[in-house]
Each structure stands twice: as structure tokens, then as C-alpha cells.
């Protein structure tokens, strides 16, 4: 079992930053990728970012050149530095691991932009 806890995220005006952290504890060995999705009011959860653990990682047209992901595989966490908000960033956001071909979620977190 893998458990992951979030936190940061709230309330900025466009333009602003948030960032979102999710520690992992559990059985984390092997954990494969990791990364973030959110899920607006009336919306499917899609896909923000993801990092693997080769250090590969991936974004949603939608947050390229204003998001980044990254880890810290020796605290077991991965970070979403936001900028550049739009109130259609928001959203509750969710990070997600996989391992053994099993996802992962945490809580999540809202993260609200003001216009």
C-alpha cells in the first residue's frame, strides 16, 4: 500500500503561483510514475503532469511553459510549481502514483484562481 498526503494549494489571483506537494509513505519501492491531475466543478479529472522515475516527464498542453513537476525521490515527494494562473486552472487538484501497475491517489487539494 502506498499512502500519499498533500498539501499547499488555496486561493491566488491570476497571474499568481501555488504549489502543491504530495509526500508518499507506505510501500513506496518501486513506485513507477508519479505526478498530478485535477478535476474542475462538472468536469472529468484529467491529466496535469507526470514524472516517471527515470526523470521523464510530461504535461498537459493546456500547463506547458507554466507548471512544472518535479521529485525528490529521497524525500519521497513530488512537487507542482504553478504559475502564470488563470481561473481556468481551477480546480481540486489530485496526485496520483503507480506502482505494480496500480494507481495511487491522494485527497486532494483545491486550488482556486481569482480573476
Known amino acids: 500500500q502506498v499512502q500519499l498526503v498533500e498539501s499547499g494549494g488555496g486561493l491566488v489571483q491570476a497571474g499568481g503561483s501555488l504549489r502543491l506537494s504530495c509526500a508518499a509513505s507506505?510501500?513506496?519501492?518501486?513506485?513507477?510514475?508519479m505526478g498530478w491531475y485535477r478535476q474542475a466543478p462538472g468536469k472529468q479529472r484529467e491529466l496535469v503532469a507526470t514524472?516517471?522515475?527515470?526523470?521523464?516527464?510530461n504535461y498537459a498542453d493546456s500547463v506547458k511553459g507554466r507548471f512544472t513537476i518535479s521529485r525528490d525521490n529521497a524525500k519521497n515527494t513530488v512537487y507542482l510549481q504553478m504559475n502564470s494562473l488563470k481561473p481556468e486552472d481551477t480546480a481540486v487538484y489530485y496526485c496520483?502514483?503507480?506502482?505494480?501497475?496500480?494507481?495511487?491517489w491522494g485527497q486532494g487539494r483545491q486550488g482556486t484562481v481569482s480573476s
Open positions: 514524472h516517471t522515475s527515470g526523470g521523464i516527464t
Open positions: 507506505g510501500s513506496i519501492f518501486s513506485i513507477n510514475a
Open positions: 496520483k502514483a503507480v506502482k505494480a501497475n496500480r494507481a495511487y
